[in-house]
């Protein structure tokens, strides 16, 4: 009779379930930038930050 091993398939990627390692930018933009994206983020109930994420999620590589 042949053993099956299945150790491999009980075992959780690790990578899948680990949050992303987020880094810290820094840009300089004017005040009335600021203030406009300010304004946008609270207006679409989000952060600067995730505007920037889903901004260069669109970028092609």
Do not use: C, W
Not at 5 to 34: C, D, F, G, K
Not at 44 to 55: A, K, M, P, V, W
């Amino acid at each position: 009779m042949q053993e099956k091993s299945t150790e491999l398939a009980a075992v959780p990627n690790a990578s899948a379930t680990e949050p992303p390692v987020l880094v810290r930018i820094n840009a300089q933009v004017t005040e009335a930038e600021h203030q406009k994206l300010k304004i946008y983020a609270a207006k679409n109930r989000t952060t600067i930050s995730e505007l920037l994420r889903t901004f260069i999620g669109t970028l092609k590589d």
